[in-house]
């Protein structure tokens, strides 16, 4: 059972396919890498985060900085990693 389910009035978001449980209503670009890649493949990797079914903006790219007000339940990132060569 995750947090979500214990606590009906936790925020749920989905990074790359797996739902995880954030604190606040306010989601960083940072929080989100650190969800997708807990352990970065290598020290010069990039990423690349979409969202959709945000609160405020709905939708777009997230980059270093940047936060984006999420909704209760739903907000789906995508992160997208590449590695410089």
Do not use: C, W
């Amino acid at each position: 059972m995750n947090d979500h389910a214990k606590n009906p009035k936790s925020i749920e978001i989905i990074v790359s396919g797996t739902a995880y449980d954030v604190p606040d209503d306010t989601v960083t670009y940072a929080e989100v890498i650190t969800l997708a890649y807990p352990d970065p493949p290598a020290a010069d990797t990039r990423f690349t985060v979409t969202y959709y079914n945000a609160h405020k903006p709905k939708e777009g790219t997230l980059t270093a900085g940047q936060s984006v007000e999420v909704k209760r339940k739903g907000t789906v990132f995508n992160v997208k990693a590449t590695i410089k060569s």
